[in-house]
């Protein structure tokens, strides 16, 4: 029986003794020659040199692959460079909203803050008060250039009893217009004085003929016609009428209107009367009531409403109670004494307050009116100069 030669198999090597050689199988002219798998033998016999390349690759391999950004050129810009990915802080990104807490904790720190913003006020308004009062200035001699200067001394004067109550004075000036800074004191008239609510737009001509009527009637009553001052619509009417009829006019206006209505310019006297120039609407409305003696509504707008419906509440407090006649032209105020007639039947308005506001239809029923008025039952009796 022939010998045969060892060989190698794919399940591994035949005999023990072949190591570290690789050999050929024989080939049959149809399969490549396959190596040996002794190797593998190898690996196997000394795991603990590929456990330790293993932890070395682990080890090194953060190093090898992180980019050196110490040999890297910044960009010349002046923003500093910032490293692709690295996070915000927390702070810029989230926002966490106050609790309940802390927002009554700091509605309470508002709170006092207001309140020592309050009593620091008080604090100033007591010292000012406390103060002795200052040296008189020397007179002050009434000119073209120095008309407010003149109105603002006379008037201190009279808060501090020096003077006796009397008129502003107002030098006409056609550059300069005027301004009194302050309330002057009313005086005790000694003609009765008869304001007219009325507006400053034209108006319907049934309106502009009562305007006219009334101005005509009050002059021949010889009582003083007040007024707003104004030269234009129903005002304007009004006080020429009485001009021309005879009568005294007295206009009161504020500057910003008589710039807009005259450009700065004083009405002229002879056709529209004596013209006192104030700061502001309010200061008009209470020289107005101060001077007054009755209070008559004609046709008008929102300030004609707004003069109306304040000196009919000063009325009610006992501020006053001089007649207050409204003129009921075409069913003009038919409307508002609805509302007033609702308010009682409401409830808001008593009855008695009520009457306080008398209404005539034609300005021929004005003066007699205003010599019948009665004063209204239920009005408040309060002492407004105790405060």
């Known amino acids: 029986m ?9 399940d591994g090597p035949s005999s023990p003794t072949s190591t570290s050689t690789l050999s050929s199988s024989p080939t049959d002219g149809h399969h490549p020659p396959r190596q040996s798998l002794t190797r593998l033998n190898l690996h196997t016999r000394i795991p603990t040199a ?59 720190a508002r709170q006092l803050n207001e309140q020592d913003l309050q009593l620091q006020l ?23 250039n120095n008309q407010q200067q003149f109105q603002q001394q006379q008037f201190q004067q009279q808060q501090q009893g020096q003077l006796p109550p009397q008129e502003t004075i107002v030098v006409p000036v056609s550059q300069h217009v005027p301004v009194v800074s302050e309330v002057p004191v009313a005086p005790v008239s000694e003609q009765y004085t008869v304001c007219v609510f009325c507006g400053a ?20 009553e010889n009582w003083t016609l007040l007024y707003g001052g104004g030269t ?36 002229d006297e002879a ?69 007033l007639d609702k308010a009682v039947e409401f409830k808001l308005v008593s009855p008695d307050i009520r009457e306080i506001i008398v209404v005539v239809n034609t300005p021929e029923e004005v003066i007699p009116a205003i010599k019948e008025y009665r004063a209204a039952n239920g009005r408040w009796s309060l002492d407004w100069n105790s405060a």
Not at 205 to 218: D, E, M
Not at 306 to 324: A, K, M, R
């Open 271 to 339: 056709e529209y009367g004596k013209t006192t120039v104030v700061k502001d609407m309010h200061t008009r409305k209470i020289l107005m009531g101060k001077l007054s003696n009755a209070f008559v509504a004609l046709p008008g707008g929102f300030g004609t409403l707004d003069e109306l419906f304040e000196v009919t509440t000063w009325n009610q407090l006992g501020i006053h109670d001089s007649p207050i006649v409204v003129v009921n032209i075409n069913g003009f105020y038919d409307g508002i004494l609805q509302w």
């Open 201 to 220: 737009s034209p108006g319907i001509p049934a309106i502009v003929i009562a305007a006219n009527t009334l101005g005509s009637l009050i002059a021949s």
């Open 50 to 108: 590929t456990i330790l390349t293993t932890i070395l690759l682990l080890v090194l391999s953060p190093l090898l692959l992180t980019p050196t950004l110490a040999t890297t050129t910044a960009p010349s810009t002046t923003e500093p460079t910032v490293r692709c990915g690295t996070p915000l802080p927390i702070s810029y990104i989230q926002y966490t909203p106050p609790s309940p807490q802390q927002q009554s904790h700091q509605h309470q």
């Open 2 to 10: 022939p010998t045969s030669t060892p060989q190698t198999s794919s």
């Open 232 to 267: 234009v619509g129903i005002m304007g009417t009004v006080a020429s009428a009485a001009i021309k009829a005879g009568g005294r006019v007295h206009g009161i206006v504020p500057g910003s209107l008589i710039n807009k209505e005259q450009e700065g310019a004083i009405p």
């Open 122 to 144: 008080q604090q100033q308004i007591i010292a000012q008060m406390s103060q002795p009062p200052a040296a008189a200035a020397p007179p002050v001699i009434p000119t073209a």
